[in-house]
Every structure is written in structure tokens, then in C-alpha cells.
């Protein structure tokens, strides 16, 4: 009897060429996992993920769902599948869900952390993992910037320009700027919502350090929105090293 397995999924973004299956590159997540469900089970599938990660952007808790006839129980499939994947691929829990199921199409709210080494010399060790922004960052600035964005606005000065979403109205609900408390030096910027555009959590995170460093206003972020053009937006998109999807909560699941 078939049966439908939603997998937890962490991942080292830095050696990939994203999250998404593409058809001519083999060395994305979702085709890594792909085979592995295949030498585990016999079974050809297509995994259908959550979220869409840029090449070069972190997971802890990113999800897939895939069918399967196979009598293997869900809880095994975390650590069958691991032996697998490559070591900087992860299942981390796998559970059975509703056979309709679609991680894209219900409710979620996902959380993104952007992490910054804010040193005038990197840190080797968190190189694959932080942005280095070797100037002060004013953390009040930066806080008081991101409220602005807070709420449902239409993102478009915050997405890129190659963005084919058929809107860019967005629900971002909280967003924080934080230090460390045992690394004062390491600042994370933490943005939650119920779905993002491409760039957009990274285009939120160079707008909020621009804003830390003085070189944008608090009060810009406003007129930034109300622009609707990326073009008016003058803040880099951050590195996509430093951003990590921490967690996509599903309300649907929550409630049964």
C-alpha cells in the first residue's frame, strides 16, 4: 500500500547548484535524494520539496515529500537514506502524511537565519557559513529598519529582478536582529513568513546591513517598498553563504 513520507532534510549548501532538481545539473539536494530513495528502495521518484534553496544557501530544516510502496517503517528512513547521501546531506525525521499532501501548497511559516561575522578577519572555520562585514553594525538601526517590513507589503524592491512569481506580495511576520551572547562578534538576522521570493531574505538581509553601517536611514525602508523596484533599492543582495533555512513550520499537520 502506498503511503506518503515527509522528510525532515539538512544540507551544506556550499558544494551544490541549489536545492531544486534541474535537468541538466545531477549535483543538486533533490536529485541527491532521488537516488537515494532509489538504492534504498527500487522505487524511481521525484521528490517534491518545500522550499527552493539557492546553490550556496544552508538547511536545517527543509522538507520533501515522496510516495513509496515500500514496507520500510518511517522511522527508519532517516538513517537508511544517511548512508546514501553524501555526509553534508542529512534526512533528519521522516513521517508519514496525508496522501494530498503538498509541502508548497498549505499553510507554512518558514524561518531563515542570516548569519554575519562582524570581524575585520574572517573566522576559517565559519567561512562556508557567515558573511564577514568588517565595519560596525549599529544593531539598534538594524532592528529598527527591519520593523518596517514586517506585515504584508508587496516585496518587489526586494526580489530579483528575474523573480517569475505570479505576485510579489509577501506576509513576512517578525523579523530580529540579534547578537551572540557567548560571540558578540556573530550577529544573526532572523526573518520569518509565510513565503519568500527569490533573493528576497537575502536582498531583507544587505538592505539591514546597509541600514546598521549608516549608509541607509531606518526610515528609508518606507519609500523602499512603496517603490516597487528593485532598481530603487541601492543594498546588495547578501552572500548566499551566510543564510541558513532553519525551519518550515506546517500548520496543517500541526492540527491533526
Known amino acids: 500500500m502506498s503511503k506518503r513520507i515527509l522528510l525532515t532534510v539538512a544540507y551544506d549548501g556550499t558544494d551544490y547548484h541549489g536545492f531544486a532538481r ?10 541527491h535524494i532521488d537516488r537515494a530513495i532509489y538504492e534504498l528502495t527500487g522505487e524511481k521518484t521525484e521528490v517534491i520539496g518545500a522550499s527552493r534553496t539557492d546553490s550556496g544557501v544552508h538547511a536545517l530544516g527543509n522538507a520533501v515529500v515522496f510516495d513509496t510502496d515500500c514496507t520500510i517503517p518511517e522511522g527508519n528512513f532517516p538513517d537508511a537514506l544517511n548512508t546514501k547521501l553524501p555526509t553534508d546531506i542529512r534526512i533528519r525525521q521522516a513521517r508519514i502524511v496525508p496522501d494530498g499532501f503538498h509541502p508548497r501548497h498549505t499553510d507554512t511559516i518558514k524561518t531563515y537565519r542570516y548569519e554575519i561575522d562582524n570581524e575585520h578577519i574572517a573566522d576559517p572555520l565559519r567561512a562556508r557559513y557567515a558573511m564577514l562585514v568588517g565595519y560596525d553594525l549599529d544593531i539598534a538601526r538594524m532592528n ?9 507589503h508587496d516585496f518587489k524592491s526586494f526580489c530579483s529582478i528575474h523573480t517569475q512569481a505570479a505576485t510579489t506580495v509577501r506576509e513576512v511576520t517578525d523579523i530580529s536582529v540579534t547578537e551572540d551572547e557567548a560571540y558578540p562578534d556573530r550577529i544573526y538576522i532572523t526573518v520569518k513568513g509565510h513565503g519568500f521570493l527569490y533573493n528576497m531574505v537575502r536582498i531583507i538581509a544587505g538592505t539591514l546591513i ?6 541607509l536611514a531606518p526610515e528609508d525602508i518606507p519609500d523602499i517598498l512603496y517603490a516597487e523596484d528593485r532598481t530603487k533599492n ?12 532553519m525551519d518550515i513550520h506546517f500548520t496543517e499537520l500541526e492540527e491533526r
Open 234 to 245: 541601492p543594498s546588495p543582495t547578501a552572500e548566499a553563504k551566510g543564510l541558513t533555512l
Open 144 to 152: 529598527e529598519a527591519g520593523q518596517h517590513l514586517i506585515g504584508e
Open 22 to 31: 534541474q535537468a541538466d545539473e545531477p549535483d543538486t539536494i533533490e536529485a
Open 210 to 215: 546597509d541600514a546598521g553601517r549608516g549608509r
